[in-house]
């Protein structure tokens, strides 16, 4: 086998809270996920990683946060459709919402827990840019500093 170096300085073991504030991101390669929630129901979805792409805020260009977007309830499937909207160009009002559902009806917005794969609709959204105006909030459980995505929080780049 050949030998590999790995320098640990040039990668991040955790992830970084970002502060209060608008950033533009670059979405990543989405990938379903299932884990259980804290009632110890399931919680699935999509991750979407999201790379800052410029400096901001004190952070630095390719910062790598992650947005879920869970599908286990018609509030929280809202929300991944906002973000939907946003990355692919869309606002959030209802002639652009209207616009979207025309443009996306019938693509393949399915997803697979098992192998971590998303159909063609959710990959649409790779390498695309949104705007997100994050916020900072504590961990219920944990007491610990979490990235806070409330709704309406993601726009699209103009």
Known sequence: MPRYN???DAVSASIEI???GEY?????EPKSF???????EDSYGIRFPLVLAEDSNGHKKGTRIFFNTYQQ????????????MAALGYKRNQ????????????????????DQTVGDGWMEV?????KGDLDVGIN????????DFKAGCWSPIQ
């Open 18 to 20: 970002l502060s209060k």
């Open 73 to 84: 309830s018609e509030g929280a499937q809202a929300i991944g459709k906002q973000f939907l």
């Open 126 to 130: 790779k390498g695309q840019r949104i």
């Open 24 to 28: 533009e991101f670059i979405v990543g």
């Open 95 to 114: 002639e652009s919402e209207k616009e979207f559902n025309d443009a996306y009806a019938g693509k393949d917005f399915g997803f697979n827990t098992d």
């Open 34 to 40: 299932m884990r259980k929630n804290r009632k110890g």
């Open 6 to 8: 790995f320098s640990p």
């Open 140 to 147: 219920d459980e944990n007491q610990q500093q979490v990235q």
